[in-house]
């Protein structure tokens, strides 16, 4: 009998990634894991957009404490 990979990395994580326009707004709407969000909020240039959009993360992990800890993590909030 073989055995199977249960889990399947890429598959997973393409599953996880997503994105779609709208056009209304002129934004680009992304769907990603919670680590590489928060490694795509650390590499951002200094900016009011990059402080907004880590607040507003922040505000969202209240809700997670798996988005918390990817933050506390790439931010060294304690």
Do not use: H, W
């Not at 709407?29 to 993360?57: F, G, W």
């Amino acid at each position: 009998m073989q055995s199977k990979n249960i889990l399947d990395v890429k598959s997973f994580m393409y599953d996880k990634i997503s994105c779609f326009a709208d056009c209304g707004s002129e934004c680009l709407i992304m769907r990603v894991p919670y680590d590489i969000a928060a490694t795509m909020m650390k590499n951002m240039p200094e900016s009011d957009a990059k402080n907004q959009l880590i607040e507003r993360a922040r505000v969202a992990s209240r809700r997670s404490k798996i988005l918390k800890s990817a933050l506390d993590e790439i931010f060294e909030k304690k």
